[in-house]
């Protein structure tokens, strides 16, 4: 369990305010963090990890005390045993991609731990590249292998998938979980996409400048319960998936993800972050774009 009780005073281009956060994450737990750019997501995680000092409030996984500002207790990020995927990646340019595993994995295993990873994340090619060599998607690939090599105990992940293709994101949201599994990680995860909040998570917090707004299973946060027979929403549309002769189109409306089957002729010209009604027409739902 990560029990924190975590108060720091931001600085925002807008002026001070505060973040501050309780959080109870049972062990074993796939927590996502969900808020609007600036709401405090990447400071909750870099408190976790010991890159940022709160004013005030304690940190402990399993009763052991990272941070407590009463005591004065406050352990470096290397006693944490944390892995962090940062949004920057943050690789070591002096390294190929093997050697930036090889550094972050325990001597035990190390040989097999890091060939796993780089199979795991299509690497193999890439392993004698330097991280300047290689693209976005690549790097962040390497990141979250090196991340998992060091056998954490709780996961970090600030938009680890942000920068890949569908297919890519897909192959390693499902490595993401097989590994959370697998290890029994207690994972924290900072994204922006619903879809992928409510494939991955148990539990969800959504921050609003610096305060916890909401907590629960995303499938609670984010679907629409009660959709009636009548209705016209607009959204914004978040992804097209083509299965067989239709599409599936996942629209982002308010918090609520809705999935409307459509037909190809429908969808001409809808593109993910387009904004769209979604309505009814003779209890078939129809989707048109906001022009
Ligand atoms: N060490 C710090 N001291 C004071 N203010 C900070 C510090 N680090 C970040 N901030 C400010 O806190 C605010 C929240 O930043 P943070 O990166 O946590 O937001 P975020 O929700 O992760 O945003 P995004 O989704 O854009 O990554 C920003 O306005 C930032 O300038």
Not at 228 to 237: A, E, L
């Amino acid at each position: 369990m990560i029990e924190a009780r975590i108060h720091k005073k931001l600085i925002a281009a807008g002026g001070e305010f505060s973040l501050s956060a309780e959080l109870n994450i049972p062990k074993g737990s796939l927590l996502t963090i969900y808020g609007p750019s600036g709401s405090g997501k990447t400071s909750l995680l870099r408190s976790l990890a010991g890159l940022l000092t709160p004013d005030k409030g304690f940190i402990s996984y399993q009763n052991n005390t990272w941070f407590n500002s009463e005591k004065k207790i406050n352990l470096p990020p290397q006693k944490r045993n944390i892995g962090y995927v940062f949004q920057d990646y943050a690789l070591f340019p002096n390294m190929t991609v093997k050697e930036n595993l090889e550094f972050a994995s325990n001597k035990l295993n190390r040989k097999s731990t890091v060939d796993e990873l780089l199979s795991a994340m299509h690497l193999m090619e890439l392993e004698n590249r330097k991280p300047d060599t290689l693209s976005g998607g690549q790097k962040q690939r390497v990141a979250l292998a090196r991340a998992l090599a060091q056998k954490p105990d709780v996961l970090l992940l600030d938009e680890p998938l942000a920068a890949l293709d569908t297919s890519m994101r897909t192959g390693l949201q499902a490595y993401i979980l097989k590994a959370h599994k697998k290890e029994g990680l207690t994972t924290i995860l900072v994204s922006h996409d619903v879809t992928e909040i409510m494939k991955l998570s148990d539990i969800t917090i959504i921050l609003q400048d610096g305060q916890i707004s909401q907590i629960g299973p995303p499938g609670e946060l984010f679907m629409e319960k009660h959709i009636s027979g009548k209705f016209q929403f607009t959204g914004t549309v978040l992804q097209l998936i083509k299965q067989d002769v239709i599409y599936i189109v996942n629209v982002l409306i308010g918090k609520n993800v809705i999935k409307v089957v459509a037909h190809p002729a429908e969808i001409d010209g809808i593109q993910p972050g387009d904004k769209v009604v979604v309505a009814s027409k003779a209890f078939n739902p129809v989707i048109y774009k906001i022009t």
